[in-house]
Nanobody, 116 residues
């Protein structure tokens, strides 16, 4: 079994910052990509940011230059530093990992609410 435990969501005013963390544990041999997705009410889940095993990063256009994704391969943890938050960033944020064996896993989601 693989478990992903997310933390760091909450309520913040526009212009503020939050840091999300996602720690993976369990039957993990080797993690390939790690990433964050989000889903706002009435909308589809979308990719926010991803980071490869080689630390190459990919961001949604809407968060470029505001969000930063990083990973700690010793702790099997991925982080999302979110700056200059906007009300439109309000969503449930989900952690996602893919393993070299082909399996992938989702976190339970953490709510981020940005007030105007």
């Amino acid at each position: 079994q693989v478990q992903l435990v997310e933390s760091g969501g909450g309520l913040v005013q526009a212009g503020g910052s939050l840091r999300l963390s996602c720690a993976a544990s369990g039957n993990i041999f080797r993690i390939n990509a790690m990433g964050w997705y989000r889903q706002a009410p009435g909308k589809e889940r979308e990719l926010v940011a991803a980071i490869s095993s080689g630390s190459s990063t990919n961001y949604a256009d809407s968060v470029k230059d505001r969000f930063d994704i990083s990973r700690d391969n010793v702790k099997n943890t991925v982080y999302l530093h979110m700056n200059s938050l906007r009300p439109e960033d309000t969503a449930v944020y989900y952690c996602h990992i893919s393993l070299w064996g082909g399996s992938d896993y989702w976190g339970q989601g953490t709510q981020v609410t940005v007030s105007s």
